[in-house]
Every structure is written in C-alpha cells, then in structure tokens.
Nanobody
C-alpha cells in the first residue's frame, strides 16, 4: 500500500520559513519522482517543485525559485520542501505526490499517488 504523509505546515509571518516533510511508504525514492504541489482557495492545484528519482534533479516553478528548496533522504524515505521568504500568496494546502518515472513531471495531474496535504498560512 502506497502512502505519502505530509507534515510541517502552520501559520507563519511574511518573510518567515517552514520545512515541510513528506514520508513515503510502499514505494522507493530510487524509482519514484516526488513533486510538491499547492492549492489555494478558488485556484487550481499547481506543481511548485519536484525532485527526480534518477539523479535527484530538481525543478521549481518561477514564483518560488530562490525561496523554496527541495531535498530528499532516501534512507528515511522522506522528501523535504524548505519554504523561505514566505509571502501571503504562498498560502495554500501543500501536497506531496509520487509518479513512477526517472525525471520530473511538471504538471500536478501527472502524479499518481498523493498525500492528504498540510496547510501553510502566511499572515501577519
């Protein structure tokens, strides 16, 4: 059974930081590429970052480049997303997701397995 469990969300002031975690089970990070997506109220879900299964290549959507950092620890079956210099427009539910492919998938609808999401709220 494949499971992805996110944690680390919360309320943070503008300019603050958070680290999200995604613990996966039932799949291997050596085979599955992991993406982080977010969905704000009234908006479509968008992929913000991914890390590929083969060489750990990373991708970031333009709006988060230089502020978010994705990483993984294969021994812990965990993928992290470090959120820095947070802005109110980063407020959303953040989801991790997995797809069996060696390179990043750039659209949220390409991912097969999803976690339940963790809320990130950026507000003063």
């Amino acid at each position: 059974q494949v499971q992805l469990v996110e944690s680390g969300g919360g309320l943070v002031q503008p300019g603050g930081s958070l680290r999200l975690s995604c613990v996966v089970s039932g799949i291997s990070l050596d085979v599955y590429t992991i993406g982080w997506s977010r969905q704000a109220p009234g908006k479509e879900r968008e992929l913000v970052s991914c890390i590929s299964s083969n060489f750990g290549d990373t991708y970031y959507v333009n709006s988060v480049k230089g502020r978010f950092t994705i990483s993984r620890d294969n021994a812990k079956n965990t993928v992290y997303l470090r959120l820095s210099s947070l802005k109110p427009e980063d407020t959303a539910v953040y989801y991790c997701a997995a797809v069996r492919r060696p390179i990043c998938a750039y659209r949220a609808d390409e991912y097969r397995y999803w976690g339940q999401g963790t809320q990130v709220t950026v507000s003063s």
